[in-house]
Nanobody, 125 residues
Framework: EVQLVESGGGLVQAGGSLRLSCAASGFTGDDYAIGWFRRAPGKEREGISGISIRDGSTYYADSVKGRFTISSDNAKNTVYLQMNSLRPEDTATYYC??????????????????WGDGTQVTVSS
């Protein structure tokens, strides 16, 4: 059974940093991708970053490019999202998701077959 568990959210001041983790289990092999999505109050879920576990290629949405970094520790089956220079508009619930049907860094919400429960990130001004 595939499971994804996020951790690392919290409250931080604008300009600060947080590192989110997505611990994955239940996959056989490395032919999948992990994406990070977020949903702010009153907004739709937004894809912000992704990584192909097989080849390490990455993707960033314009809204986080240059501030967030996604990485994977395949030995630990964990994907990280390092978030720097956080802004109040980054406040959201952050989810990691996995796709085996379209295992590329640019996976979308529709490609995701597995989701974590989310972790809250709040950035105060």
């Amino acid at each position: 059974e595939v499971q994804l568990v996020e951790s690392g959210g919290g409250l931080v001041q604008a300009g600060g940093s947080l590192r989110l983790s997505c611990a994955a289990s239940g996959f056989t092999g490395d032919d999948y991708a992990i994406g990070w999505f977020r949903r702010a109050p009153g907004k739709e879920r937004e894809g912000i970053s992704g990584i192909s576990i097989r080849d390490g290629s990455t993707y960033y949405a314009d809204s986080v490019k240059g501030r967030f970094t996604i990485s994977s520790d395949n030995a630990k089956n964990t994907v990280y999202l390092q978030m720097n220079s956080l802004r109040p508009e980054d406040t959201a619930t952050y989810y990691c998701a996995a796709s085996t049907s379209r295992p590329i860094a640019t996976m979308t919400r529709k490609d995701a077959g597995y989701w974590g429960d989310g972790t809250q990130v709040t950035v105060s001004s």
